[in-house]
């Protein structure tokens, strides 16, 4: 099951399996996959947190009861649905933020990979332990977390298996902070977005997720374009003049 949870702008989304600490089967996997849809379409939120329920697990992967029995095809449209939820989170507008509360392995750890942003409990469990399975990532893991870590580090961890504790994931840069409650840290983060312009953050993520792929010359030029159409916005106008004013902005996303 997935619950959406919504507070102001910022929407809490947590998978809720938790009797296979939240492993993905087909149902939970194409529930989240339709409510990452819904909020990304929605202009009234700001922010979103995704989540694990209970105190063991983000995600601890992909149901391997399940991919035991597919075949080809079935692999093939298992690999496509992970990858539009962990492409919804990726492009959606709002910025998304992964709260990762215990074990996020395989499928979880793409999760929270395809995430703008990664904060861990001092519990959690990350790593890409496909391998061990004889198979592969197939949500994203061979491409983002070579993103997020580099090359070198993540070639360890896919062709090893090895799962990595809360500090070694903050020294390689696997997430941006640990923290206990892991969602109050992520909170405090989302409630600070949501007070920022939408527009800038929404043209931000979408400039910075070309910054490691395509052209860099073409990627600046796009950069350049943006920010020069960005002030025709009231919120580049607010935010510019509340400074010369002293005051606080207030943004409204238009
Ligand atoms: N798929 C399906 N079921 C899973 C699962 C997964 N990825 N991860 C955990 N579960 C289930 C277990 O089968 C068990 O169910 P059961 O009680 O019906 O047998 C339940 O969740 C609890 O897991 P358990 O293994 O008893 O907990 P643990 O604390 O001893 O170990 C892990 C936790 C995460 C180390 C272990 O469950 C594990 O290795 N899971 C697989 C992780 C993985 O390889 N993920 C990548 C898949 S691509």
Not at 232 to 248: I, M, N, P, Q
Request: with cysteine; charged share 25%; hydrophobic share 45%.
């Amino acid at each position: 099951m997935i619950l959406v949870d919504r507070e102001d702008a910022v929407a809490v989304v947590t998978v809720d399996r938790q009797d296979a600490l939240n492993a993905l089967d087909v149902a939970t996997l194409t529930e989240l996959r339709d409510r990452l849809r819904e909020l990304a379409a929605d202009d009234e939120v700001r922010v979103v947190i995704l989540t694990g329920a209970g105190e063991k697990a983000f995600v601890a992967g992909a149901d391997i009861k399940y991919m035991s029995g597919l075949d080809v095809d079935e692999a093939k449209a298992w690999g496509a649905l992970g990858h539009e939820a962990g492409r919804l989170l990726e492009t959606m507008p709002a910025p998304t933020i992964a709260a990762v509360n215990g074990f996020a392995l395989g499928g979880g750890c793409e999760l929270a990979l395809a995430c703008d942003i990664r904060y861990a409990a001092t519990n959690a469990k990350l790593g890409q332990p496909e391998v061990n399975l004889g198979i592969i990532p197939g949500w994203g893991g061979t491409q983002r977390l070579a993103r997020v870590c580099g090359l070198g580090v993540a070639k360890e961890l896919i062709f090893t298996g090895r799962v990595v504790d809360a500090e070694e994931a903050l020294r390689i840069g696997l997430v941006n902070a640990v923290h206990d409650p892991v969602l109050e840290k992520a909170r405090e983060t989302a409630a600070l977005l949501a007070s920022k312009s939408p527009i800038a953050l929404r043209l931000m993520k979408e400039l910075a997720n070309r910054a490691l792929g395509g052209d860099h010359a073409a990627n600046l030029e796009a950069e350049g374009d943006t920010f020069g159409e960005l002030f025709s916005s009231e919120d580049a106008r607010e935010g510019l003049t509340a400074f010369v004013e002293k005051r606080e902005p207030v943004f409204r996303g238009r």
